[in-house]
């Protein structure tokens, strides 16, 4: 008589969040159930309200303080994967050890931590960060005639981080110290599971997770909006000159999880290049009743900038990447109608 497996259990941290709540849907796509933590139960209440037919799928788990060890440990009973998404993200702090720094490599440390402890845990998957790669200081960040791939780190350290009054720089050291400190970890201690890290720069793509609003948006999504709805009147310099559509970041973590060629290897997840004035163009052509607002677009092509190498990627993933142009038209059809939706409430 045959038996019907059960389907393997992931725990993702920060389920609710703009890449985690893309990473959810793709794992219930993908047969997987989820264990998915949130701050607080009402997080988990709305998005189930707004995916019910996934909400069976999910199970979630309360976590106020992803830094505490035994509240992850105790997350990650019963689970074969985990998928680490959480982590500090402002650029408006006054304490770059308290807000960013330390947060990021508890965050990461506690999580592996607790995964060390279940020896049915196969694989550790994290969301490190193209700033953990590239040096955003060095000829402004962009670096012409330079070429990226996963071989690459940000030399920033916590003690750089720390001395240098630089917001953003303690904010890309701070997915360079957490990364660091994942493998650090893994080398030092020899889990039984094996250690996956991609690194995604700025990321476009519809938003999945549950009450988002025009004035509630992620920092990528945030960054579209103010251009491509009109509140900036010209357009700003696109200082990170390339992308990844926030769904083929989910594929890609959710495929490493089973793929044998990811095990203990870092990850490039970029598409393409972009830069603003290019998006006014793609707006202005696929959505033509949205042009009068938009801002002037004088630049016909990116700023010289590096290149980037994601050979790897595709290779060990047979990936097709979202094009630029599918991935900004599907991210402003969802925020023209939800605009639409906003003020229709208020009327």
Request: glycine share 4%; with cysteine; aromatic share 10%.
């Amino acid at each position: 008589m045959s038996t019907v497996s059960s389907p393997a259990v992931v725990l993702i941290t920060g389920g609710n969040g703009f890449v985690g709540s893309a990473i959810v849907l793709e794992l219930i796509k993908q047969s997987y159930r989820v264990k998915a933590t949130v701050r607080s139960q009402s997080k988990a209440d709305a998005f189930d309200k707004q995916y019910p037919a996934q909400s069976s799928s999910i199970e979630w788990v309360v976590v106020a303080d992803l830094t505490d060890e035994a509240a992850m440990t105790a997350a990650a009973v019963d689970v074969d994967y985990v998928i680490h998404v959480a982590s500090p993200f402002s650029f408006e702090f006054t304490d770059p050890v308290e807000s960013v720094l330390k947060p990021a490599k508890e965050m990461t440390l506690a999580t592996l931590k607790a995964a060390a402890k279940h020896p049915r845990i196969k694989r550790v998957v994290t969301t490190s960060s193209f700033v953990a790669v590239w040096d955003p200081l060095k000829d402004s960040g962009l670096w012409p005639g330079k070429t990226f791939t996963a071989e690459d780190w940000d030399p920033a350290t916590w003690e750089q981080a720390v001395s240098t009054p630089n917001p953003y720089f303690a904010m890309a050291a701070s997915k360079t110290v957490a990364e660091r400190a994942a493998w650090d970890f893994v080398a030092q201690e020899k889990p039984s599971f094996a250690l996956t890290t991609f690194c995604p720069p700025i990321m476009f793509g519809p938003p999945h997770q549950a009450e988002v609003t025009t004035s509630s948006l992620n920092t990528g999504t945030g960054i579209l909006w103010e251009v491509l709805s009109g509140q900036l009147k010209e357009i700003p310099e696109t200082k990170m000159p390339i992308f990844v559509d926030v769904r083929d970041l989910a594929y890609l973590q959710v495929s490493a999880l089973t793929n044998e060629k990811a095990k203990n290897q870092r990850y490039l997840a970029i598409s393409n290049h972009w830069y603003m004035e290019q998006l006014v163009d793609i707006v202005k052509a696929e959505f033509p009743g949205q042009a009068a607002r938009l801002p002037p677009a004088v630049r016909t092509r990116a700023p010289d900038h590096f290149d980037f190498d994601v050979i790897k990627t595709e290779r060990d993933f047979d990936i097709k990447w979202i094009p630029l142009r599918t991935s900004i038209f599907d991210t402003m059809s969802f925020l023209y109608d939800r605009e639409r939706e906003e003020k229709a409430v208020k009327v």
